[in-house]
């Protein structure tokens, strides 16, 4: 996700870092699961620093792949299941319909990913400061479009603005990304990383209205009227 081990290493810990407190700042429980996501993607991070110093010499060959398989089953099955189920966690009970389509489709997703990822071999590659991952998936373009769909889609359709804006983020960030690391020229993925991780942190500290509903929704419910009895 970085461009060196050393990076990787850094900014997984100021991400997880960031996600401890998000977790510790959260008021409802239903909320914990994106809340924790900087903590999966710091911890990523983190797994990636030992595929760097593998590929390196650094670190013996067996730990490497077992860094690798780490990574690429956190990015591959766990993240489109995870996001969208994160998401429709959050949603106000009028908002979940909407919500179910894109949890089905990373569900299918993961599954099949995960599939994919026991059915092949799985390696790493350093490429000027990329690392990049092999593993067997056929129906690539597919698998890529409903990857998309299920994680940014979820956080496009939620019922709380600041989560719209984390989609808004991640999509416009992960193009960014895309670029320059199919150029080969410096992988920069942790940045988006780290910036999702605040905007989930200022997300999870928001003031939270009524139980059960979702603070946009606690914010349109009308004020009960006055008694008119003195």
């Known amino acids: 996700m970085c461009w060196s081990p050393?990076?990787?290493l850094i900014a997984g810990s100021a991400v997880i870092l960031l996600g401890v407190v998000s977790v510790s700042s959260t008021r409802r429980p239903r909320d914990?699961?994106?809340?924790?996501?900087?903590?999966?993607?710091?911890?990523?991070?983190?797994?990636?620093?030992?595929?760097?110093?593998?590929?390196?010499?650094?670190?013996?060959?067996?730990?490497?792949?077992?860094?690798?398989?780490?990574?690429?089953?956190?990015?591959?099955?766990?993240?489109?299941?995870?996001?969208?189920?994160?998401?429709?966690?959050?949603?106000?009970?009028?908002?979940?319909?909407?919500?179910?389509?894109?949890?089905?489709?990373?569900?299918?997703?993961?599954a099949v990913l995960a599939y994919d990822m026991a059915s092949g071999p799985v390696s790493a590659e350093a490429v000027g400061h990329t690392m990049r991952y092999g593993v067997h998936v056929p129906y690539d373009d597919a698998l890529v479009a409903a990857y998309l769909v299920a994680t940014i889609g979820a956080l496009l359709v939620s019922d709380q603005q600041e989560i719209r804006t984390l989609g808004v983020v991640i999509a416009a960030g992960a193009l960014v990304c895309f670029v320059l690391w199919q150029a080969e020229f410096v992988s920069t993925w942790c940045a988006l990383a780290a910036v999702t991780s605040v905007i989930v942190l200022h997300w999870s500290r928001r003031p939270v209205?009524?139980?059960?509903?979702?603070?946009?929704?606690?914010?349109?419910?009308?004020?009960?009227?006055?008694?008119r009895l003195r």
């Open 6 to 8: 050393t990076a990787d």
């Open 32 to 110: 914990l699961p994106l809340a924790a996501l900087p903590v999966v993607l710091g911890v990523h991070q983190l797994i990636e620093s030992l595929v760097w110093r593998s590929s390196d010499g650094e670190i013996g060959a067996g730990i490497g792949h077992v860094a690798t398989i780490l990574w690429v089953v956190i990015a591959y099955p766990l993240l489109p299941a995870f996001v969208p189920l994160a998401v429709l966690a959050t949603a106000g009970r009028g908002a979940r319909m909407r919500q179910l389509p894109f949890t089905v489709i990373g569900l299918v997703t993961s």
């Open 209 to 227: 209205g009524v139980v059960g509903q979702s603070p946009d929704s606690a914010r349109r419910r009308p004020a009960p009227a006055r008694s």
